[in-house]
């Protein structure tokens, strides 16, 4: 990860507000960011001062060090200095970004915001240009020569970060053209992500039976309403835009996987989502025995789960637009805001106090911006922002009980990234591999919690349906989401796909992992141009798959109160991205190199369309 992009610390999927509170007479009263702990206005001159710092820092750090790092490369204490100063400059750049980012992300149809957050973009890649040297000269210092200087107490510290930095070296270009693809993603990925994010803020979505046109939240919330009408007309409403703008997301999709193309064969990576395995510090082979493993089970997980459902709802098969379709046992019922707060705290400290502690706050200092808004960017998010300050969380609450899991689930990142802050810049961000760990198993012990408050066995039976649906969102359709990506980015490498094209390689994929319960109606072919992971963060999507698995077996043993389970659960958070996944697991006894790791994970899901199944028969 190079400075620039820890500028931008998870703002791809971003939104922000006022600091108000935002009401309606069914949600009660919910938060909206008060982003004044990282500045107070977009023309507030701390902005202004702080770029003109980091410009000129920046060019301090580079006037001093360029050309010497190698010279001095066994020197500890000077080494520590500069690491230092590029660490400082990393926090301040990436205040200056997250801030733009979240005021952006808000709401993306504001002309102002979208020009603020260009126009900060443009400053940070200028100033971060001249720090391109930095990490490309500490690679180019001798093995010897680092183990050496990395004896020294105050850079020993950042020995984790050295380490990851060298397994980017063979992967890293010569100055002059990594300066050229640096100053050129303004032009080119950045510019068309910004295209996706404000196109997709900008639609509007005719559903039949609504007084007006739906921006794209509510529309796809149509897709889990209790009447079957009301979710045919959502999907038709969204199928009939999606289609009009396909022409558009075809061409975004294509020029962003040639973009990627160009950037890894210049670097050497071979396969499509090398740099992805890279990135999430990886290895391959873990991915491809999580991908497998996955792809084994569809059988006993989705498509079992997929043919009950269509026997409850009393089809021969569920349309594409029930699959999340309330089962009718389901309580109907409107969960307030205040409701939702009280439910994951609780969930949260009968684990521990400790945790809960720390994601009080978000609620009490307005750190959450939830209410659905026009502009506002789609779905859910926690932003780590940096060290210095805290995270972020943006969602679009809707009172369901999915969202009240959105809620547990987001708040589990910034507890996490609460606690790795610790680290420090360098080493606190955490590859997305991990990243979803404290975010799943918040949303496990709040789905527990209900679950076991729950007495009525009808109602028992709609919230484990529930969350196997879930559960078969995060790690069935992720891991069909990442072998859509990598067909198309393979067949990229052969010239642009039409189209046509990508909509039949995602109803091929959608058809293996969903299996033969679900009818795929006219329409449902274009709704691979929603996915904002595909645009914002290639191949990102097995993380979560990733996560879920890793929490399932985290989770059983701590129903086994494995000895010390809490306290090295919180060691695990605070490590942040300083010890590998190896290394994080190994004190759980856990290996994800080992296939039978991940088959646990997915029988803990299987397990629960059991006790669907024996509900069944005794009903």
Not at 331 to 342: L, S
Not at 503 to 530: C, H, M, R
């Amino acid at each position: 990860m190079t400075l620039f992009q820890r500028a931008f610390p998870d703002v791809q999927h971003a939104s922000t507000g006022s600091g108000a509170s935002a009401a309606t007479a069914e949600l009660g009263v919910m938060p909206e960011w008060d982003l004044s702990d990282l500045y107070a206005a977009p023309d507030a001159p701390e902005v202004k001062r702080d770029l003109e710092k980091g410009a000129a820092d920046a060019k301090a750090l580079k006037d001093k060090w360029q050309g010497r790092l190698v010279a001095v490369g066994s020197d500890g204490a000077a080494l520590a200095v500069a690491v230092q100063a590029y660490e400082a400059l990393s926090d301040l750049l990436g205040k200056l970004g997250s801030y733009a980012g979240l005021l952006y992300a808000a709401n993306q149809t504001d002309p102002k915001r979208a020009k603020f957050y260009g126009d900060v973009s443009e400053k940070l890649t200028a100033i971060s240009s001249d720090l391109l040297f930095f990490e490309l000269e500490l690679n180019q210092i001798a093995d010897a020569d680092l183990d050496k200087a990395l004896t020294h107490p105050e850079l020993a510290r950042y020995k984790p970060w050295f380490d990851d930095l060298r397994k980017e070296k063979p992967y890293q270009l010569e100055e002059k053209i990594e300066q050229l693809f640096h100053e050129k993603g303004q032009t080119a990925r950045g510019a068309w992500n910004r295209l996706f994010n404000e196109t997709m803020s900008g639609l509007r979505f005719d559903v039949a039976g609504e007084k007006e046109p739906l921006t794209l939240e509510p529309t796809l919330n149509l897709m889990s309403d209790t009447k079957p009408e009301r979710r045919q007309a959502g999907a038709e409403a969204l199928a009939k835009v999606f289609k009009d703008n396909v022409r558009l997301f075809t061409l975004i999709t294509n020029t962003l996987a040639k973009d990627k193309e160009i950037s890894d064969r210049w670097r050497g990576f071979k396969d499509v989502a090398d740099s992805r395995h890279l990135a999430n510090r990886v290895e391959a082979p873990v991915v491809d025995a999580l991908v497998a493993s996955v792809r084994a089970a569809y059988p006993r997980l989705s498509h079992r789960y997929y043919a009950m459902k269509a026997k409850w709802l009393g089809m021969d098969k569920l349309s594409h637009w029930d699959r999340n379709a309330p089962l009718p046992e389901k309580p109907d019922r409107t969960i307030t805001w205040a409701e939702a707060q009280e439910m994951v705290l609780s969930a949260y400290s009968s684990f521990a106090p400790e945790m809960a502690g720390i994601a009080k706050p978000f609620f009490d200092k307005n750190w959450i911006d939830a209410p659905v808004r026009p502009g506002k960017a789609p779905g859910a998010f926690s932003a780590s922002t940096v060290p210095s300050v805290h995270p972020y969380v943006m969602m679009n609450y809707l009172g369901k009980p999915r969202d009240v899991m959105t809620l547990a689930h987001e708040l589990g990142h910034g507890v996490h990234q609460v606690l790795a802050a610790k680290q420090g810049p360098l080493l606190a961000p955490t590859p997305l591999t991990l990243a979803e760990t404290a975010s799943v198993f918040g949303e496990m012990l709040t789905f527990q919690a209900l679950l076991k408050d729950t007495k009525d066995a009808r109602e028992k039976k709609a919230m484990i349906a529930g969350k196997v649906e879930d559960m078969l969102n995060t790690v069935v359709r992720q891991i069909a989401f990442y072998t859509f990506e990598r067909k198309v980015h393979e067949e990229r490498r052969g010239g642009e796909l039409t189209s046509d094209r990508l909509n039949e390689i995602w109803l091929d994929v959608q058809k293996e992992s969903l299996g033969p319960a679900i009818e795929f109606k006219p329409g449902y072919e274009v709704f691979w141009t929603y996915i904002p992971h595909f645009i914002h963060s290639p191949f990102y999507v097995y993380a979560y798959a990733f996560g879920d698995c890793l929490v399932n077996s985290l989770y059983g043993l701590y129903r086994e109160a494995h000895p010390g389970f809490v306290e090295k659960y919180f060691e695990m958070l605070k490590a942040g991205g300083s010890k590998h996944h190896s290394e994080l697991l190994a004190p759980f006894g856990l290996d994800a190199r080992d296939p039978e790791f991940w088959n646990k994970g997915l029988k803990v899901l299987e397990g629960m369309i059991d006790e669907l199944e024996r509900m069944e028969k005794m009903s």
